[in-house]
């Protein structure tokens, strides 16, 4: 038996894109003389649709899909995800399904048993968890499907399910398990699927074909990474990262399993193209072509911008100077010279005019009151105002370039350097920017050195340093990293030998400016805790704070 | 038998303030002679406490409360809700439970089995759901303790749930039910729990104690509004709206069930109510005192205004009339006559002098191409900038003004009047606005006629009306409300009579404007589909648009 996999990027709610794509899958299957191709999770109408699945039309549509293969399943066989009605009167409306369709029939539904809903899924909210788990006859062979989180209940001390789906199937002896994901990355994920496929194929001893998605949906990257496991535990297989790959598998092969084929997993070389995908897709799918940038001088947006170059290239990229009073020529240089090594336009605008102009207006009410945060605050909505009339003016969207570090503690300015369609480094902690940094400039230079080896500053008071206002990064961001991805609580937290004034510090800048974060763009998630959908808090609690 | 229920405004993670309220309630009760007091759902906390939930450091603190309250629990049961630790290795962390305290012991908890996991609410995220129900004897009577939405599922056609926690529970033959609720406000929700409290009462044929909360956690209000039900189905008392209350009532009278005392119920006077409380505590609970307005003169901004008034006092309002040249002169007019209405601090800024400044830096780069929307964009930004500046200097917090209308089709500026630290009036329809500035003025007239009688208009560009570019609001709020409150899709929405192009328009607009929303402020949920939490789309979609 000969099986296709086919990892493609689904555009949500795009179902004649889709459809598309997968009959394009379909036909290189034929020609490859595959028995059955597997797409992925919610296939039809993309990963995560949230929300639109409570539309009956969407779902109507997306049924239409799943028809429109029925029809292109003559000699193949076709496992495809999708929502399906739930026809009992009790529960929620829907199953998250894997369709089997086969010589224009329906042959088989298999209904997601495990449902996640925790960090940025929400699957219980639309879906009854299915209780029944059969295997489905195909040819002279027995198949487990499975969809997703269905295989990720073992090997935890404390599982998050109170049934597994495969143990229930073993009793019908299936030949192989086929799991349809929708599976995000994040920079340590592809490892851990591999592990907890591993454990899935050594405890069943069957082979499993793993179907992910590539690309992105706003936030959320899939990586692909598809794998194809034998029984003994070899990756027979498992597809690059970040791109379409469609591949045809001989199952005699992979029960044989003596190959053993694995992708490089190095965690800032992951995140870059995390990013750059997340960056590209967010464009192509929302369709626009140019993204404009303010550039400081500073770390954070030539980071972005060379991001930004990568996935759209450099005749698309366009980036504003925004010197005030309190720039350094320096920063103006860097700025300047990151531009020229990328080279991609850039404008000087100074905004002393402007911001006198603001000083004027404000005088009467503001005389004699202390300059404060306000002022600062007013610097950087300037530059975000400029920055948006030249999106507006260009059709180009505003690329946010604040970090994971200033993200956390709310050090950046609403309406103004935390404007943007789409924040890129919001999800990578400052002591990461470096490092991508250094990976971006390994082959050549193009990130100015002196970008990466200056200390950090806003630049929104004289002499201003970040230094003035946080903690070191490099124990910051260990102290953020504890209590944003690991939950820790502060007692925890000083007790790994932190300094109790920062730790508490720290969690009270992080609880204290959820407001700011509320407002902010959305940020493409790297790491296994990021901002947006994936944490939810209340902004006018009194916790920490 | 005496039983106080106490309703109580509750604040997330602020344990120690929790704990005072509820000692006081407590004090009362003995005080009344009462043999039993019962709280709210996760009273220790707070609701929604979100992902506070997966702080061991959160849920430890909240066991600190109820060993507190257990120790307060002499001679008197305390039904109290808050979370409780899973004691299984499989399944969620933890059970969102009713601890029983009498006599210094626990004497019973009570899981809660139905998980509310749709619109605002996320409880499968961190609850395991119970599967067992058990009634608690004390004293002489046995009672079925539940928690909110374990009474929820009788009376549907489609019950979201396949079990029912008082079915199981009627095997122990209880004398009556206590049910501790956290259920949000909505304008028609009130009617609806008193209708489902029937439900059960007439069911299972005993009386049922349901205590809420009351008052607002950013976007979610609590109306209170708690319910003593004798089992004939007469409201033996509803306890006001919107307002604490701890209140004792002798169980042999509620038996009887010979009193019936409902609140009134009317749609404008609750949101208007709901409205000023979300103001309030919005300001309390963050420990703000003043808030700062942009006022246009229009309806909107004038009612947000009197709201604010009405919640902190004309003291602690001001408002800024930032002209331009394409405001009338009758614009003007109206916003100083609302806020001498009001008696509230207003300061003319004409923003003609900042446009200029903007206008020059950016001639050289839109030299030669026709004004457009960016132009609007940037009046609606410096007047929010502007706005800003005073919240910053004066520590006060920016209202945002904008309506669900305006909301829904993407009619407004970000980070210009999408501004603000919560938006008062973006759940209420422009057709609902109306009719709260008709509620407002009902004894006398503070918003000025012409503010309710002039045609809309954002004054951006000369002559400029809402009706230019938008359907007029009589047929544009009917069908956002079927799309967005009922999920109806274009096909539906187009066969009960609305003309074709303006539905598919106005859902493309809707579907187009995501990406706004997603960085606009809190909104105040008064509808049974607000924006927020409540209702989570894709930005990168392509579905009706």
Same mark, same amino acid.
């Given at each position: 038996?000969?099986?296709t996999?086919a990892?493609?990027?689904?555009?949500?709610?795009?179902?004649?894109?889709?459809?598309?794509?997968?009959?394009?899958?379909i036909?290189?299957?034929?020609n490859?003389g595959?028995?059955?191709?597997?797409?992925?999770?919610l296939?039809?109408?993309g990963?995560?649709?949230?929300d639109?699945l409570?539309?009956?039309?969407?779902?109507?549509?997306?049924?239409?899909?799943?028809?429109e293969?029925c029809?292109?399943?003559?000699d193949i066989?076709?496992?495809?995800g999708?929502?399906s009605?739930?026809p009992?009167?009790e529960?929620?409306?829907?199953?998250?399904?894997?369709?089997?369709?086969?010589?224009?029939?329906?042959?088989?539904?298999?209904?997601k048993?495990?449902?996640p809903t925790?960090?940025?899924f929400?699957?219980?909210?639309?879906f009854?968890p299915?209780?029944i788990f059969?295997a489905? @006859?195909? &040819?002279d062979?027995?198949?487990? !499907?499975?969809?997703?989180?269905?295989i990720?209940?073992?090997g /935890?001390? %404390?599982p $998050?399910?109170t049934?597994?789906?495969?143990?229930?199937?073993m009793a019908?002896?299936?030949?192989?398990?086929?799991?349809?994901?929708?599976?995000?990355?994040?920079?340590?994920?592809s490892?851990?699927?591999?592990e907890l496929?591993?454990?899935?194929?050594?405890?069943?001893?069957?082979p499993?074909?793993y179907?992910?998605?590539?690309?992105?949906q706003t936030d959320i990257v899939?990586d692909?990474?598809?794998v194809?496991?034998?029984?003994?535990?070899?990756?027979?297989d498992?597809?690059?990262y970040?791109?379409?790959?469609?591949?045809?598998?001989?199952?005699?092969d992979?029960?044989?399993?003596?190959?053993?084929?694995e @992708?490089? &997993?190095?965690k800032?070389?992951? !995140?870059?193209?995390?990013?750059?995908?997340?960056i590209?897709? /967010?464009? %192509?799918? $929302?369709?626009f072509?140019?993204?404009i940038?303010?550039?400081?001088?500073?770390?954070?947006?030539?980071?972005?911008?060379t991001?930004?170059?990568d996935?759209l290239?450099?005749?698309?990229?366009?980036v504003?100077?925004m010197?005030?009073?309190?720039?350094?020529?320096?920063?103006?240089?860097?700025?300047?010279?990151?531009?020229?090594?990328?080279g991609?336009?850039y404008?000087?605008?100074?905004?002393?005019?402007v911001?006198k102009s603001?000083?004027?207006?404000?005088?009467?009410?503001?005389?004699?009151?202390?300059?404060?945060?306000?002022?600062e605050?007013?610097?950087?909505?300037?530059r975000?105002?400029l920055?948006?009339?030249?999106?507006?003016?260009f059709?180009? !969207?505003?690329l946010?370039t604040?970090?994971?570090?200033?993200?956390s503690?709310?050090?950046g300015?609403?309406?103004?350097?935390?404007?943007g369609g789409l924040?890129?480094?919001?999800?990578?902690y400052?002591?990461e920017?470096y490092?991508?940094?250094?990976y971006i400039?390994?082959?050549s230079?193009?990130?100015?050195?002196?970008?990466?080896?200056?200390?950090?500053?806003?630049?929104?008071r004289?002499?201003q340093?970040?230094?003035?206002?946080?903690?070191?990064?490099?124990i910051?961001?260990?102290v953020?990293?504890?209590?944003?991805?690991?939950?820790?609580?502060?007692?925890?937290?000083?007790?790994?030998?932190?300094?109790?004034?920062i730790?508490?510090?720290?969690?009270?800048?992080?609880?204290?400016?959820?407001?700011k974060?509320y407002?902010?763009p959305?940020?493409?998630?790297?790491?296994?805790?990021?901002?947006?959908l994936?944490?939810?808090?209340?902004?006018e609690a009194?916790y920490?704070c």
């Open positions: 038996m000969k099986i996999m990892q493609l990027n689904y555009h949500i709610g795009n179902f004649e894109g889709n459809l598309v794509s997968m009959k394009r899958a036909d290189q299957a034929r490859e595959a028995d059955l191709i597997c797409f992925g999770e296939a039809t109408c990963y995560p649709p949230r639109f409570e539309f009956r039309d969407f779902i109507q549509k997306s049924m239409g899909v799943i028809q293969l029809e292109y399943s003559q066989g076709i496992i495809v999708a929502p009605i739930n009992e009167i529960g929620k409306d829907l199953f998250n399904s894997a369709f089997f369709l086969y010589n224009k029939e329906l042959i088989h539904i298999a209904n048993g495990l449902l925790y960090d940025i929400d699957e219980y909210r639309y009854e299915s209780k059969n489905v @006859q195909f &040819k062979k027995t198949i487990a !499907i499975t969809v997703c989180e269905d990720w209940n073992i /935890y001390e %404390n $998050l399910y049934v597994c789906p495969m143990d229930e199937m019908q002896k299936p030949d192989f398990i086929i799991n349809l994901s929708a599976s995000p990355f994040s920079y340590e994920h490892r851990e699927r591999i496929i591993r454990s899935n194929v050594l405890k069943y001893q069957i499993m074909f179907v992910n998605h590539y690309g992105s899939f692909g990474g598809s194809v496991m034998s029984a003994n535990g070899n990756v027979y498992e597809m690059p970040f791109e379409e790959c469609v591949r045809t598998y001989q199952l005699h992979v029960i044989l399993g003596q190959q053993s084929r @992708q490089t &997993k190095e800032i070389d992951l !995140i870059y193209r995390a990013l750059v995908i997340g590209k897709d /967010y464009f %192509n799918k $929302l369709g072509k140019k993204a940038l303010g550039l400081s001088g500073g770390i954070d947006s030539a980071i972005t911008t991001l930004a170059v996935a290239g450099a005749e698309n990229v366009m504003l100077l010197p005030s009073q309190f720039s350094s020529e320096g920063s103006i240089q860097d700025a300047k010279e990151l531009a020229i090594n990328l991609i336009q404008e000087i605008i100074p905004i002393q005019d911001y603001y000083e004027k207006v404000l005088q009467p009410y503001f005389e004699g009151l202390t300059p404060n945060v306000t002022e605050n007013i610097q950087a909505r300037i975000g105002m920055l948006m009339a030249f999106s507006n003016k059709n180009s !969207i505003l946010n604040t970090n994971k570090s200033e993200m503690v709310g050090y300015t609403l309406y103004g350097d935390l404007s924040a890129v480094l919001a999800d990578v400052k002591t920017v490092q991508l940094a250094h400039n390994r082959k230079i193009r990130i100015p050195i002196n970008s990466i080896t200056k200390p950090p500053s806003a630049e929104l004289p002499g340093k970040d230094s003035d206002s946080l903690p070191d990064y490099d910051l961001d260990q953020l990293f504890q209590y944003i991805e690991k939950r820790k609580g502060p007692d925890e937290i000083i007790e790994m030998g932190f300094d109790s004034v730790v508490l510090r720290a969690l009270k800048l992080v609880n204290r400016s959820e407001f974060r407002q902010s959305p940020v493409i998630r790297i790491s296994s805790k990021s901002f947006g994936g944490r939810r808090l209340p902004i009194k920490l």
